[in-house]
């Protein structure tokens, strides 16, 4: 079962190290929750940054490299990097499909993110397979759900429901955060145990 708490553990037994692990991955996840909305709400009212708003997206997964390369190494980093760029395409041509209407391209772009969810539920699992396949992919699946409608609902104008829909993708992006760092503290606090030596 996933932990649905803003922090898996508590505050005061987490080491300084620890905390900051857990803050990083805060910090990631939270950035792309807020710089999605501003995009769709850009695309919206055909604001002038647009542009800023999405060169600030595609900036993030170059952001979380030096912190994903410290506990995962290089290689997975580079393969982060390129899940995220992946669902950040996905999701600007989801809303810019959803904003003009094209149907056919909304479905398209729509089981991009799919897609995504599986490929990405996947590689957490095989950073640390104690961990469960199918929470990973529970996690990613809402989170672009989630995605899916806030697009509809700034688009379409209900921007009261919008308030209410954006507290609770910070909560699940807190929870997304919890879980990555959780599997990053745990590829350093479970070192190899070393055979007893024979005196």
Known sequence: MIDNSNTAVPNRCLAPGNMY???QF???ILDLA???RA???ALKFNLPNIGDIYQRLLNEPNDTHEIMSTFFG????NKYENLLIRLINCFVLLAEAMHINNVQQ???NY???IKFTDDISTFFYELNPLTNLDDWRELFREYVDMLYREIYTIISGNFIGDIELFDSIMEL???IANHISQTAISSIQTPAIKPATSV
């Open 173 to 175: 992006s807190y929870r």
């Open 34 to 36: 807020v710089w999605s």
């Open 111 to 113: 089981q991009c993110l």
């Open 74 to 77: 290089e290689d997975n980093a």
């Open 106 to 108: 909304a479905n398209e």
């Open 26 to 28: 805060q910090r990631h």
């Open 39 to 41: 995009f769709i709400i």
């Open 21 to 23: 692990v857990i803050e």
